[in-house]
Nanobody, 125 residues
Framework: VQLQASGGGLVQAGGSLRLSCAAS????????MAWFRQAPGKEREFVVA????????YYADSVKGRFTISRDNAKNTVYLQMNSLKPEDTAVYYC???????????????????WGQGTLVTVSS
């Protein structure tokens, strides 16, 4: 599976952006999909994930109520709608995919098999 993230950019605090992650392959619907982010000088952190089966979603507390993940299996694409952006949301955002892993490990980066190249989101104050 190859992942291509896009949609990053510069936005003012309070603004919105929508990230997209397009996946290659025919089995997209069988993958859990997630977004992680890494700010300068910080470790990569979990942002949000959506399960393959049923589409249940899981959010980091820091983005709950502001970010929304969705997927379109017909288009092999996962989206991240980011609203009410804050300067602390500034980071490189990575999409990731995995299959065959248990729910309790959803937030751990090491459980993901495939990663996109990252897209930079900069939120100015």
């Amino acid at each position: 599976v190859q992942l291509q993230a896009s949609g990053g950019g510069l936005v003012q605090a309070g603004g919105s952006l929508r990230l997209s992650c397009a996946a290659s392959g025919r089995t997209f619907s069988s993958y859990d999909m997630a977004w992680f982010r890494q700010a300068p000088g910080k470790e990569r952190e979990f942002v949000v994930a959506i399960r393959s089966s049923g589409g249940s979603t899981y959010y980091a507390d820091s983005v709950k109520g502001r970010f929304t993940i969705s997927r379109d299996n017909a288009k092999n694409t996962v989206y991240l709608q980011m609203n009410s952006l804050k300067p602390e949301d500034t980071a490189v955002y990575y999409c990731a995919a995995r299959t065959g892993k248990i729910l309790s490990t959803l937030r751990f980066a090491y459980t993901y098999d495939y990663w996109g190249q990252g897209t930079l989101v900069t939120v100015s104050s």
